[in-house]
């Protein structure tokens, strides 16, 4: 399928990566383009907000709250015509807008990092057993 997309299309299978290298990995790339049918978390989402990248995704994942982010469209998989919108809308943007909508997705995984606070609640969860 990769070979037939057009010429101005680039998609990159790389394989499996090890842990330190998916931020910069994927910091290389336009966009995360991930149509999943359902994810439980999607950490891979949160990668993709570490590496600034606007991230296009079905709505079958718990990350459709940042759905009114510039940087994120969280899309029902029958919708094929909003998918193609959203990766269009994202060809034609200038270049300054581009860079402030992934500055935008690395500021929301700051704030997600520092609002989880993920060891105080462990912490607070083993104390009371």
Request: proline content about 5%.
């Amino acid at each position: 399928i990769i070979k037939t997309l057009p010429d101005n299309v680039t998609i990159t299978a790389t394989g499996i990566l090890e842990p330190y290298e998916v931020v910069k990995t994927l910091s290389k790339h336009d966009a995360f383009f991930f149509p999943t049918r359902g994810e439980n978390f999607g950490h891979v989402i949160f990668e993709a907000l570490k590496s600034g990248l606007p991230i296009i995704t079905s709505d079958q994942t718990p990350w459709n709250y940042l759905n009114d982010k510039p940087f994120f469209w969280a899309i029902n998989l029958r919708d094929k015509d909003c998918f193609l919108s959203v990766i269009k809308h994202l060809s034609a943007i200038s270049s300054n807008k581009y860079f402030q909508l992934r500055c935008k997705a690395i500021k929301m995984a700051h704030k997600i990092t520092h609002q989880v606070n993920t060891t105080a609640k462990y912490q607070t969860l083993l104390k009371s057993r």
